[in-house]
């Protein structure tokens, strides 16, 4: 099962740079990652997340969370605490009842 087609070298060697993200787009880069093989990806995804599941039961799900969770901190150690988290929730749950009476609205139309 091929999962990428072959990818041009400067794609191959970007992980090497950390400024990567202001190197400018090339066209068959672009094309490139656009005509990768996203059903083979996604099956292969799907098959790994189904084996940790069988392997770990639901405890690996939560695991995987966490590790990704620290990892992410790691990375961004100004990350938002917890009560901006919930703030932030928050104020997406009213965004949402907003748009879902807006839509009732206009479907009584």
Known sequence: MELF???P???ARAHRYASTMQRRLEPEDL???ANR???LIARAKREFAAQRFASGGPNAARVAAQRLLERW???HPDAPIAA???ADLEAHIA???KLDRADRAF???
Request: overall charge positive; proline content about 4%; glycine content about 0%.
């Open 37 to 39: 093989r996203w059903d």
């Open 84 to 86: 901006m988290r919930d």
């Open 107 to 109: 479907r009584r139309r």
């Open 73 to 75: 901190k790691s990375l």
């Open 9 to 11: 070298r400067c794609i």
């Open 31 to 33: 094309r490139a990652f």
């Open 5 to 7: 087609r072959p990818v």
């Open 95 to 97: 965004l949402k009842r």
